[in-house]
């Protein structure tokens, strides 16, 4: 395929978005100039962790061998040195999401998991308490389900879908419908409506942009559930007392930050290794001052505390949302390095970068979506394409999809993998630790998953494909610093992988009937032209040029022969 007329068509469409045309370095200059060991690698799985500058690290390795940063809970100058770092490191994290320093704070912790966690033990759940999350969660937002019920609060499950509405209707609640699933509860108390009072607290969380499809949701969801949740539950119980919204931006932020000024949310949490790739081991909980006001802490430590004694049950914390959250000491010097990930943010822009990622990944959709057999059925299974703008504005910068064979069968989602990483391309199967969304796209039913599990399915295993459906999905994702050509590499993998080594196999065009019975009498007429044998996992696999086909494909004792002729121990 002619890669230069592809782009061609490409930039005709996206050109306007691709590349960073106004940015001080375009695409090409970038990779050029920064992501110099990425020759020969196609990396696709900025979902998963997205990629440090080469300069980058260059400026944080001059920041920290020319400045002296001490442990911040001191009074010398190094100590004050820090302090000052961390505190323009957390107004930078405030900008970042466009949230005022007076109605917001920011608690650093060791990362987006953490800040979720800390969100789940220290929320002043009761028995009068409801958690409610969409389906489409990371399994760290299902945790906090733990602590909610381990209080005596409900925890529901909830598909959100478009309404029928007054097309007239300015009222965000009136295009949202909720849908509960099965309620939890795990103690045996149950509140009647007359228990419900107006100080029970209760949590809605959800992402920004799921992290299995790519769906964003409309952020329009933090005012509804705030301000219209009687309406928009319909008058359930659980509807009742006061309602707290969590987003988890962890993913949805590297392109699209959620706007603080306008969606009122209380907990956002992200990851700064998401954003520019280092450092791991950091994130961020930006809570509301009046939500912090709530939050019940146990444990105290070392910077949490104002004073404590010894010997008796006398403890005074500080009153300081940061410092009251904050554990022990701050990783300052990650803290230290994130001023430099954000320079590259704001120098790129988020816009340009959402448009750019954005063009990528509506590219590969595109494409994927038209491939198919020489029969007229799709090749590809996508996943998430939002069926309402009402509800999800638009598509984040990732692909998800299955694979089919021309029978109609799936190919395994790990078997892409391998063949991927042969290629030379990084990408990500599974579930992507995001079991809700999993199961809603995938249409697995609970007795699907419970069958899955019994038959030994475990997260990041090798059972791709059980009872005929597959466990998982393929997904590619795109950052900052992606490109039109790793793009292309991958469909072009596809291409030759999937679709036309089907399309022009003698195998799948022409049968081959062999003799059931008396075959070691008939000599053979067929043979594989070429066959790689890989008998032990990460070993080098053996190469022959000719192998005789029976019935069930091949002598056991050939087998066994070649093997032992390549000194393999059977």
């Not at 691709?18 to 900025?46: M, S």
């Not at 020319?66 to 490191?89: C, F, K, R």
């Not at 799921?210 to 319909?234: A, P, T």
């Not at 596809?494 to 062999?514: D, G, M, N, Q």
Request: aromatic residues 10%.
């Amino acid at each position: 395929m002619n890669t230069e007329s592809d782009k061609d068509r490409f930039l005709k469409e996206f050109g306007d978005d691709y590349g960073y045309p106004k940015a001080p370095k375009n695409i090409d200059e970038i990779r050029a100039t920064e992501f110099k060991r990425l020759d020969g690698t196609v990396y696709l799985d900025h979902a998963g962790a997205s990629l440090y500058s080469e300069l980058q690290m260059e400026a944080i390795l001059k920041d920290l061998t020319t400045n002296v940063y001490g442990n911040p809970h001191s009074q010398t100058d190094s100590s004050l040195a820090t302090s000052n770092i961390v505190g323009e490191a957390r107004q930078q994290v405030l900008n970042f999401c466009n949230a005022s320093p007076w109605e917001y704070k920011c608690i650093f912790t060791s990362g987006a998991t953490a800040a979720l966690k800390l969100v789940g033990e220290t929320f002043p759940w009761s028995s009068q308490s409801s958690f409610m999350y969409t389906m489409e969660n990371h399994n760290s937002v299902l945790g906090i389900r733990e602590y909610a019920l381990s209080q005596g609060a409900a925890a529901i499950a909830v598909d959100i879908e478009e309404a029928a509405h007054d097309s007239g209707s300015t009222n965000p609640a009136s295009s949202h419908k909720v849908l509960q699933h099965q309620m939890q509860r795990r103690s045996e108390a149950r509140v009647v409506d007359e228990e419900l009072i107006g100080d029970a607290y209760n949590l809605f969380a959800f992402p920004s942009e799921c992290n299995f499809s790519g769906v964003r949701f409309n952020l329009d969801l933090v005012k509804v559930i705030k301000q219209d949740s009687e309406r928009i539950l319909e008058g359930s119980s659980y509807c009742k007392g006061c309602w707290m919204v969590l987003i988890d931006a962890a993913k949805g932020s590297a392109t699209e930050p959620p706007d603080l000024s306008k969606y009122k949310a209380d907990f956002v949490v992200i990851s700064f290794y998401k954003l520019f790739g280092y450092p791991t081991g950091l994130g961020a909980l930006i809570v509301r001052n009046e939500a912090a006001k709530l939050l019940k802490k146990t444990y105290f430590s070392g910077g949490t505390v104002a004073a404590s004694i010894a010997d008796i049950d006398f403890v005074k914390q500080r009153e300081g949302a940061e410092e009251l959250f904050e554990d022990g000491t701050l990783s300052f010097l990650s803290i230290a390095s994130i001023h430099h990930g954000f320079k590259i943010l704001n120098t790129l822009t988020i816009s340009a970068i959402s448009r750019h990622t954005a063009s990528l990944a509506t590219y590969v959709r595109s494409m994927l979506s038209s491939l198919t057999y020489e029969n007229g059925d799709s090749i590809c299974t996508l996943y998430g394409v939002p069926k309402s703008k009402l509800l999800c504005k638009e598509m984040g910068p990732i692909v998800s999809f299955n694979l089919t064979r021309p029978d109609g069968s799936w190919f395994g989602y790990r078997e892409v993998e391998k063949l991927a990483s042969l290629s030379g391309i990084q990408l990500r199967t599974g579930c992507f630790c995001n079991p809700g969304a999993c199961a809603k796209y995938l249409r697995l039913s609970h007795g699907d998953l419970l069958s899955n599990i019994e038959a030994g399915h475990i997260c990041w295993d090798d059972n791709d494909i059980l009872h005929g459906k597959p466990t998982g999905a393929v997904r590619v994702s795109f950052g900052y610093m992606s490109t039109f050509e790793e793009a292309r590499k991958f469909l072009n993998f596809i291409e030759r992988s999937f679709v036309l080594s089907l399309s022009h196999s003698p195998l799948r065009t022409k049968y081959i009937h062999l003799p059931t019975e008396g075959f070691e009498r008939a000599p053979s007429r067929y043979y594989l032209r070429s066959i790689t044998v890989y008998p032990i996992k990460s070993c080098a696999g053996f190469k022959v040029d000719s192998w005789p086909l029976s019935s069930t494909g091949s002598h056991l004792a050939a087998i066994r022969s070649r093997m032992a002729s390549q000194k393999y121990e059977w």
